[in-house]
């Protein structure tokens, strides 16, 4: 059974800096590329960060590009977002995700972030 | 970026009734539209993909139609369990996928 469990949200102020991590099982992680997505209350899903199988390739949404980075454990089956300048419209529950040729096809339950003072 | 826009917004149905939602793209993504229902509290959950195919486990009452830039869900018959928000997501402008914002299917 293919599992992605989130983990390392929590609240942090403006500014500051969470990291988070995403540990995958029941599937050949090292073959698929792996996203992060999240969801802002009340909105729909918007996806953030992408990385491929191999860590070769990476993309990321204009809104966070420059402040977050994604990165991948291959040996461990881990993803992982490092998130650095929050601000408050990061508020979301941030979600990895897998990519498939038709969308994605298994999501994590979660971690919620709140970015307040 | 290619904007996905739903409606209704909301929609109010009876169970057992059925339920028609709508997508549209603001350009061609070909057959390149998955659908996801989400409950509270929960990740969202592949529902259709290629526009018409249900993913593994999803009763035939759930089907797709469409292409280019007008999509269809239509769920036949409404369960109590089918009652949550429902998604389209357009994969066909990689990397930068996007989603509309969402159906919500309630209780009438």
């Known amino acids: 059974e293919v599992q992605l469990v989130e983990s390392g949200g929590g609240l942090v102020q403006p500014g500051g800096s969470l990291r988070l991590s995403c540990a995958a099982s029941g599937f050949p992680f090292s073959n698929y590329g792996m996203n992060w997505v999240r969801q802002a209350p009340g909105k729909g899903p918007q996806w953030l960060s992408y990385i491929s199988s191999g860590s070769s390739a990476t993309h990321y949404a204009d809104s966070v590009k420059g402040r977050f980075t994604i990165s991948r454990d291959n040996a461990r089956s881990a993803l992982f977002l490092q998130m650095n300048s929050l601000r408050a419209e990061d508020t979301a529950v941030y979600y990895c995700?897998?990519?498939?040729?038709?969308?994605?096809?298994?999501w994590g339950q979660g971690t919620l972030v709140t970015v307040s003072s | 970026e290619i904007v996905m826009t739903q409606s209704p917004a909301t929609l109010s149905v009876s169970p057992g009734e059925r339920a028609t939602l709508s997508c549209r793209a603001s350009?061609?993504?070909?057959?390149?539209l998955a659908w996801y229902l989400q409950r509270p509290g929960q990740a969202p959950r592949l529902l259709i993909y290629?526009?018409?195919t249900r993913a593994t486990g999803i009763p035939a009452r759930f089907s797709g139609s469409g292409s280019g830039t007008e999509f269809t869900l239509t769920i036949s018959s409404l369960q109590s369990e089918d009652f949550a928000v429902y998604y389209c997501h357009q994969y066909n402008n990689w990397p930068l996928w996007t989603f509309g914002q969402g159906t919500k299917v309630e209780v009438k």
């Open positions: 995700a897998r990519a498939s040729p038709n969308g994605y096809d298994y």
């Open positions: 290629g526009a018409s």
């Open positions: 350009q061609s993504v070909g057959s390149n």
